[in-house]
Every structure is written in C-alpha cells, then in structure tokens.
C-alpha cells in the first residue's frame, strides 16, 4: 500500500475530526526524553527510539501523540477545546517482555482526536464519533473502564506501598500478576550488609537506600488471602456484549461494594451510548481490556478489532486520560480530558480487502 494513499485516508478521517469542531496541530516529531521518561520510566527505551542532541540533551522520535497535545493544551490551551492531527508515529520492535502483543509497523500514519472538558458527556461522545468514522468496516467495537481495575486494586487489604506497585504496573499484566503472586506468599526477609567500599552504578547511594528501605519495611507485611486474587480474577474474566457484562458486574459488586461506584459510571456511560443511538448489546464490555493493551488511560477505553484478521492491532483506539493532564499541567492542574486515534493504513487494507 502506497504512503499517500494511506495520506489520502488520513485526511478524510482528520476531515471529519475538523467537521466535529477540532482544532488540527502538528506537534514535534522530535521530543525531549525526559518527560516520556518521567512518565513510563526506563520501559519506554523498549519502545521509542532514542538519540542525543547536543544541545537539546536525549531526545526521541514520535511515539504517540496524546502527550505532546496534552503538553500544548496544558500550557495554556482554553476548555473546552477538541484537537485532531495527522502524522508519523515511530515504534521500535525489540524483542523482550515490552514488546507489544501484536506486531507493529516501525513507523506508522496516526489521525486522532482528543476533547479536553468537564463534561459527563465526553467519553459518549468521543466514542460515538469513532463508532460512526468505523461502521462501514465492520470491526468489533470493544470497550473497558481502567477506573474499575483501578478501584479494585485500590481495594485489596495491601499496604499502600504495595498498593502503587501494582498500579504503576496496572498496564503490564504480566509483571502485575507476579507481583500479586509475590505478594500472596509471606515475605522471605533480606540482609544488607553493611560494606565500606565506595559506591557504584547507574543509581545514586540515596535511590538504593530508600529502595532498601521499602524491601524492609516490606518484610512485616501481611500476606495477601487468595481470596481477593480469586475476586481479580473473576472480574477480568467479565467480557460479554454491555447489559450482560454490567450484570455480571453488579453480581460482583454486591460482595465486593468498593466496585460499586466504577459499576456505577459503566451503567450509566451504557445509557448515555443508548441516548445517543448505539445499541449497548453491540458493544463487548471487556474488564481486562486497558489492562492488556493501553497505558495511561485511566478511565474509560475502547477499541474497534478487525475480527479474523490475526496478528493485527486494533484498527482504532482510545479511551480516558485524566490523571495524565494532571501529570503534564503546571501544579498538578489537571483536566478531564479523553481521546483516540485511527490507523490509516490499517484502513487502507479493510478497504482494498
């Protein structure tokens, strides 16, 4: 498939972005390092590559676009406001625990669309406008609420140390299933000797003493009872078109109430989609869902599949990213904002097919 009938696509979709009231941006191709590497940490160099500049320090190409436009926004950028743009994104595909599921074009065209608002009606709407941009293809429309996982991990009777250790890695399931696996089993104690020799490596004196600090304190934590891993369990289970889902959910809730309020917000996301014309029993509600394929959202995700198409990526992601804004605006100031992009040439495909 040729690059400028992929264009071509792409400027039909960011079109309709247009016509529903986004502003477009082109945001660098070229990003400083650090903020991606504040935000994902060392994981991300599995991902992105990398180089130096001279006078710009380390830099990367492109990964995504949701943090250079949250970036923009943030600094000073009015609401509601709503966002498209069209471009180049770069992933490395090294081998290794990071490596995507689903295998990826090193360098791939993202339109997207992102709605910065305090308005209930956001992630309905954001949806809706995919759900319409992808009908002719025929793709499985999924979607998942990252706040539900959250609220759950949230839940266990953990120490709050333990507690952020699996939410930092909320979005790596295998590694979130070990450390819930480590953290059912009583704590085997450690001993730091005490040397004299000077110290060495690529983490300061100061970051391994706070490390060891935490595995010590960790040593009088209280095993996690199987019950609660059991409960996780059975909610990633749930995946089934929406009303059977929230049934399911609801049946947990009963005896799990923290889950409540999240079981709450996915009902009532099902009646916004409902007043607004899509039927709820055509859209799988999937628990695991962000947890297996996205970081950073935290709320509401969705995903449209090209079913029988194996080995392929999602034709059309996105989903909720409030925590983000947070993380990228100035004191902390955040906004509720939620997004997602369409893979043109993926579309170029389904449309030649």
Known sequence: MAKRDKQAIGQRFLQAFREAGAAEVAPDILLPAGTLLDLYGEDIRARAYTSTDPLRGEVMLRPDFTVPVVQMHMAGGAEPARYCYLGEVFRKQDPGEERPAHPRDNEYLQVGFELFAHDPQADAEVFALFHKLMAPYGLRAVTGDMGLVMDAVRALPLSQARCDALLHHVWRP??????????????????????????????????????????????????????????????FAISAPMPGALAELSHL?????????????????????????????????????????????????????????????????????????????????????????????????????
């Open 253 to 353: 809730a009963d005896e799990w109430p923290d889950l409540a309020p999240a079981v709450g917000r996915v009902g009532e996301r099902a009646r916004m989609l409902s007043d607004g014309g899509i039927a709820p029993e055509t859209i799988l509600f999937d628990a695991s869902h962000g947890h297996r394929t996205m970081e950073y959202y935290d709320g509401f995700t969705f995903s449209f599949v090209a079913e029988g198409r194996a080995g392929w990526p999602p034709v059309a992601t996105g989903g909720r990213y409030d925590a983000l804004t947070a993380v990228l605006g100035r004191g902390g100031r955040a906004i509720p904002a939620v997004g997602g992009i369409i893979r043109p040439g993926l579309v170029a495909e389904l449309e030649v097919s």
């Open 174 to 235: 295998g590694r979130f299933g070990r450390l819930l696996a480590r953290f059912a089993r009583p704590v085997t104690p450690r001993d730091f000797a005490e040397i004299a020799a000077p110290w060495a490596g690529m983490r300061s004196e100061a970051e391994m003493e706070r490390r060891m600090a935490r595995l010590k304190a960790d040593e009088d934590a209280a095993s996690l009872d199987p019950v609660w891993i059991a409960r996780l369990e059975r909610m």
